[in-house]
């Protein structure tokens, strides 16, 4: 299993998350988003309709319905009702990196928040322990992610 760390420093989540979307939808994987609460589900839901009129990202979170016909799946649990090979943890949430269907997992973590920043190292602690290959991803000055040493 891999584990990609995604350390928000330039960008907010909602100009990130879309970006790392459609790459996850590039490389036909399909990728499970999970958030908190059904709130935050329907705020990611509407964000990927509208973060740009030119792009066409295909998701759908609880509220639509239909988890196996979805590319992109937005949920508050981890059930893997869509067959992801990626899972991408948002706001603080968690996951037993033990015992996953998931190929790969994607953090994304805000550098400003401390909430976030002690869940991403605990996740670094547990994801270590269950000998998952992991990557850290931190942003320049343009916001482009760039892969850091872990040496």
């Not at 920043?117 to 991803?137: H, Q, V």
């Amino acid at each position: 299993m891999r584990v990609d760390f995604y350390h928000l420093q330039k960008w907010s989540l909602e100009k990130a998350l879309p970006l790392i979307l459609e790459k996850v939808y590039a490389s036909s994987e399909r990728a499970i988003v999970k958030v908190p609460s059904t709130e935050r589900a329907e705020y990611i839901n509407t964000l990927l309709w509208t973060y740009d009129n030119n792009s066409w990202l295909p998701h759908a979170s609880q509220k639509d319905g239909n988890p196996t016909e979805q590319p992109i799946w937005i949920t508050t649990n981890q059930e893997n009702l869509n067959n992801a090979s990626i899972l991408i943890l948002l706001d603080s949430e968690t996951i037993d990196f033990e015992n996953n269907p998931f190929k790969r997992i994607l953090i994304i973590f805000n550098a400003k928040s401390n909430d976030e920043l002690i869940s991403a190292r605990n996740a670094w602690a547990k994801a270590k322990k269950a000998n998952a290959e992991i990557f850290y991803w931190q942003q320049n000055e343009k916001g482009s992610f760039e892969a850091k040493d872990l040496k």
